[in-house]
C-alpha cells in the first residue's frame, strides 16, 4: 500500500494490517523498542512506525540507518503523540541498508550543498515539495490547454531558426572537434547547416496554430546566455501557446486566465506542500497566491509605465527611459503602484523581436509582458505581423534575410490572420508558487555556466 492511499483512507484502515515500502527518514531507539519516521515518496506527509523487541530481527531494526528501505507490515492505531495514527509494527524487513556516510542525514542541509548532492535531493523535505509542486504544476498547465481544445505541439529541439536574434544559442554539429578551429564547412555537417538547439519554439508553434486555431508546446530549451543570476539557467522548460484569430487583448486574456488557473490548481491539489513552503520558505506565500486569484490584472502601455516611473520620488540605479526596457526596481515599483499584476504592452519597436505587429503609430509593436508581486516579469507576448510586407521589411530593417525563413512568410500568403501567443518560464512559474528564489532549486539537475553534472 501507498502512503497516499493509507492516508486518504485512514479512517477506515484503523485496527487493521497495512504493509508499506519505504525509507526511514529518521529513528529514534530506545533499549526495547523505537521510532521510525517512515516516507514512500508517494506523499508528502511521513508516517511514524513503532516497533518494540517483539521482533524477530529486532536487533538488526535498531541499528537500521537513516536512508534504508524497508518493507513494514503492521496494524494502523491512534497515535498517543502529535500525529493522529501510526503503525505499530508487526514484522519490518530491511530491502536496502544505508550506511553511516549517508550524505542526507535528518538535519538541516543548505541548498548549496543540496546542489552537490543533486542526485540525492529529492530525499529532502523541501525537494520533495519542490518537485511535487513542479509535477502538478505541469499536469495543470496540460489541464488547461486540453480542456479548452489546444493542440500539445511536440516542438523540435533542433533548429536551423533564432526565434529571438538574440544569437545565444548553443550550436550542434557532429565534426570532429580538431576541425572547428578552423573556419567551418556545414556542408560536410550531420545536416549541411548550421544547426542549433531551440531557443524558443514559436515559429514553428506558429505553423500549427494556423491549422489547428488553438496549439501549444511545453518542453526544455536553451539559451547559451553566461549569466550566474537566480533566474537563468542554459536549460530550461517554457510554456508556449499561439491562437489564431486572436489580438493582443485577447492573448492577455488568456495569459491572465491560464496564470490564475494553475495558481488555484496548486494550492487545491498540493496543500500540504504549500503549507511547508509558507512555515519554512516565504512567509504568506498562501495568501500571495490567493491575493492573485482574485486580483484583476492591470494593463498599461509601456509609455504609461514609464511616465509613472519617472514621476516616481525614488532614485533609481538604472534611470527609466521611453525607449528602453525596464529593469527589476521598475518592475517591483509598478506592481507596488497597482497593487497587484500588471500587463505593460505596446512596447517600443526597436528593443522587440521581428516578428511583432508593428502598430499603427509605426513607433510601437503589440507585445506585452505580466508583471506579478515579487517576482517581475512572468510571461512575456505579443499579436504577430501578420501582413506579409511588413514583416518582409521588418526582418530587412534588423539585418535578417527573408529568404532564409521562406515557409514563415508563406504562412502570411498562405491564408493569414491575426493570431498571437505568449511565452512562460516554467521555472519562472515555480519560484512564484514555492517562494525558492533560485532557479537551481526548481529544475532537478539544473544546466548553469560551468555545471553539467548528473
Keep these: 500500500m501507498d502512503l497516499l492511499e493509507l492516508h486518504k483512507q485512514s479512517e477506515d484502515l484503523l485496527n487493521k494490517?497495512?504493509?508499506?515500502?519505504?525509507?526511514?527518514?529518521?529513528?529514534?531507539r530506545q533499549k526495547e523498542f523505537g521510532f521510525i519516521d517512515f516516507s514512500d515518496g508517494t506523499c508528502f506527509k511521513h508516517i511514524q512506525v513503532v516497533y518494540d523487541n517483539t521482533l524477530e530481527n529486532f536487533p538488526e531494526i535498531s541499528h537500521t540507518l537513516v536512508g534504508s528501505a524497508l518493507k513494514i507490515t503492521g496494524t494502523l492505531i491512534p497515535s498517543s503523540?502529535?500525529?493522529?495514527?501510526e503503525v505499530?509494527?508487526?514484522?519490518?524487513?530491511?530491502?536496502?541498508?544505508?550506511?553511516?556516510?549517508?550524505?542526507?542525514?535528518?538535519?538541516?542541509h543548505t541548498k548549496e550543498f543540496l546542489r552537490e548532492q543533486a542526485y540525492l535531493r529529492p530525499r529532502?523535505?523541501?525537494?520533495?515539495?519542490?518537485?511535487?509542486v513542479r509535477s502538478v504544476a505541469a499536469h495543470a498547465i496540460h489541464t488547461y490547454f486540453q480542456e479548452r481544445g489546444y493542440v500539445y505541439f511536440h516542438a523540435p529541439l533542433l533548429t536551423s531558426s533564432d526565434c529571438e536574434g538574440?544569437?545565444?544559442?548553443?550550436?550542434?554539429?557532429?565534426?570532429?572537434?580538431?576541425?572547428?578551429?578552423?573556419?567551418?564547412?556545414?556542408?560536410?555537417?550531420?545536416f549541411g547547416k548550421k544547426v542549433n538547439l531551440t531557443v524558443s519554439t514559436q515559429l514553428e508553434l506558429e505553423t500549427f496554430a494556423t491549422s489547428f486555431k488553438k496549439s501549444y508546446s511545453f518542453g526544455p530549451t536553451f539559451r547559451a546566455e553566461n549569466s550566474n543570476t537566480k533566474t537563468h539557467a542554459a536549460e530550461f522548460w517554457m510554456v508556449e501557446p499561439e491562437i489564431a484569430f486572436c489580438d493582443l487583448n485577447g492573448d492577455m486574456d488568456i495569459m491572465e486566465s491560464m496564470l490564475k488557473f494553475v495558481v488555484q490548481y496548486v494550492l487545491e491539489h498540493c496543500p500540504d506542500e504549500m503549507e511547508f513552503f509558507d512555515t519554512f520558505v516565504e512567509k504568506g506565500i498562501i495568501e500571495k497566491l490567493t491575493k492573485l486569484i482574485n486580483s484583476k490584472f492591470t494593463r498599461i502601455d509601456h509609455k504609461e509605465a514609464i511616465k509613472i516611473l519617472k514621476e516616481a520620488n525614488i532614485k533609481w540605479e538604472f534611470?527609466?527611459?521611453?525607449?528602453?526596457?525596464?529593469?527589476?526596481?521598475?518592475?517591483?515599483?509598478?506592481?507596488?503602484?497597482?497593487?497587484?499584476?500588471?500587463f505593460i504592452k505596446n512596447w517600443p519597436k526597436d528593443i522587440k523581436a521581428f516578428y511583432m505587429k508593428l502598430n499603427s503609430d509605426g513607433k510601437t509593436v503589440a507585445a506585452v509582458d505580466l508583471e506579478v508581486p515579487g517576482a517581475g516579469e512572468l510571461m512575456g507576448g505579443s499579436q504577430r505581423e501578420e501582413d506579409y510586407d511588413k514583416l518582409v521589411s521588418r526582418m530587412k530593417e534588423l539585418g535578417l534575410n527573408p529568404e532564409d525563413m521562406e515557409w514563415y512568410l508563406?504562412?502570411?500568403?498562405?491564408?493569414?490572420?491575426?493570431?498571437?501567443?505568449?511565452?512562460?518560464?516554467?521555472?519562472?512559474?515555480?519560484?512564484?508558487l514555492t517562494g525558492v528564489d533560485n532557479i537551481r532549486d526548481v529544475i532537478a539537475y539544473p544546466r548553469t555556466p560551468g555545471n553539467c553534472e548528473f
Design 17 to 28: 494490517e497495512v504493509t508499506l515500502e519505504g525509507w526511514i527518514k529518521n529513528h529514534r
Design 88 to 108: 505499530k509494527a508487526s514484522q519490518i524487513e530491511v530491502v536496502g541498508a544505508c550506511p553511516e556516510d549517508y550524505p542526507i542525514q535528518p538535519k538541516r
Design 410 to 432: 508563406n504562412l502570411r500568403k498562405y491564408g493569414t490572420c491575426p493570431h498571437a501567443g505568449f511565452g512562460m518560464g516554467f521555472e519562472r512559474l515555480l519560484i512564484y
Design 124 to 132: 529532502t523535505n523541501l525537494f520533495q515539495a519542490v518537485f511535487r
Design 319 to 342: 534611470e527609466p527611459e521611453y525607449g528602453e526596457d525596464i529593469a527589476k526596481e521598475h518592475e517591483k515599483y509598478i506592481t507596488e503602484y497597482f497593487n497587484g499584476p500588471v
Design 166 to 190: 538574440a544569437g545565444e544559442m548553443f550550436q550542434v554539429t557532429t565534426l570532429p572537434i580538431d576541425t572547428l578551429k578552423d573556419k567551418i564547412d556545414y556542408s560536410k555537417d550531420f
Design 81 to 85: 503523540g502529535n500525529q493522529d495514527y
